[in-house]
C-alpha cells in the first residue's frame, strides 16, 4: 500500500541565538539540529509512534509536518504532494486532511469559548461550511462517547478524560486522513488512559484514519501502534513493527527502555537496565554513535564511527543503527532473562 505520509531526511534547525550576538560571542554555530536526517512513512489506517525520552526531537517532527516549525531540508510528502516550500496559503487544503491532538488537553482549548465553539473552530479556520453548528457538535460528542450538554461547558469544566475527548472530537471534525496525536494519554488517570486509547482505536477501525502517535509510553505504544520508531538525539536509531522491536529489540537504547517497561507476562523475568547518565546537550553531540556516552556495549569504534541502518534480517521493516546490536537466540526478550544478553 502506497504511503500516506513519507517523511525523508527531515532535518530541523533552532537559532540558539541571534546573528548578531553570535558575532560578538564568536559562536560559529549558533542553532542545533533538534531533528537529522529523520525517515518514516505512514500508511492509510495503519498508526505509526515515535518514542523517545522528552528533548529526543518527536515533538519537533509533529509540529514540522502541520508547519507550525519550518525544515531545514529534506522531505514531507502527504500523498503525492511535497509540503515543504509550500506557503501557509498553499498548504492550508493538505492540512485540512490531517489533525493535530496536541499534549495538554485544557491548556490547548480556549478558556473563553464553549465546547461548541471549540468544535466549530476547525470549520472556521478551514473556511469549511458549518450551518448547523450545533447539531454538527452533537454529532462529533456522540462519536466520543460524550452527552450533548458537554457542548455548553466551558475547558475548565471538563474532566481530563473529558478534555481529552474533546480533543479527539475536534480532531475528527473535518473528516481526517491522518491523526497526530502528541502524548495522547499524558497527565490521565491509567483507567481513562486505557478508554482514550480505546476510543481512538475504535475511531481508526470505524474510519480507516492513520495515526501518529508522539510518546515516551510504552504502554501506549504497545497497545496502539503497528510500527514504531525509536528516536534519541533527534535521530532514528531503531525502527520496524511493534510486536518485532518489543520481542527482538537491536539497539542497546531500545533494550534499556523496554527493560524499563512491564511485560504482559507475568511469570517473565526481566533485567533491568539502567542507562548510565543524561541525554547529552544538542549543542555539543557525541561522536561517532551518540548513544556511546550512556551505552553499556560501547567500544572503540563506537566513539569514532556513526553505525550506518542494518536491517535486522528476519523482519524486512525492522532496522538499527548499531556496530554491536543485540542477539536473541533464544527467542523473545520475555521469554527467558537470558534473552536479554547480547
Ligand atoms: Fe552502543 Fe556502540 Fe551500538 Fe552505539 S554503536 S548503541 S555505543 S554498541
Sequence with gaps: MSAL???QDLRVRFRTMGPLKALATGTKAPFIDAVCGVSF???KGETLALVGE???GKSTIARTIIGLQPALSGSIRFGAQELIGLTATERMPYLRRMAMMFQDPVGSLSPRLTVQ???AEPFRIHGVSNRDGGAEAERLLRMVGLPADVGRRYPHQLSGG???RVGVARALALNPELIIAD???AGLDVSVQGEVLNLLARLQDE???AILIITHNL???RHMADRMAIMYLGRVVETGSTQHIFDYPRHPYTQALLSANPVPDPDAVLNRIEIKGEVPSMLRRPSGCEFHTRCQYAQEICRGVFPEPSASGDDAEHSFKCHFPLKHESGPRWEKSTALTS
Design 5 to 7: 505520509l513519507r517523511v
Design 41 to 43: 512513512q505512514i500508511r
Design 54 to 56: 522528552s528533548g529526543s
Design 117 to 119: 465553539s471549540l468544535l
Design 162 to 164: 473529558q478534555a481529552r
Design 183 to 185: 502524548e495522547p494519554t
Design 207 to 209: 474510519l480507516g484514519i
Design 219 to 221: 504502554n501506549v505504544v
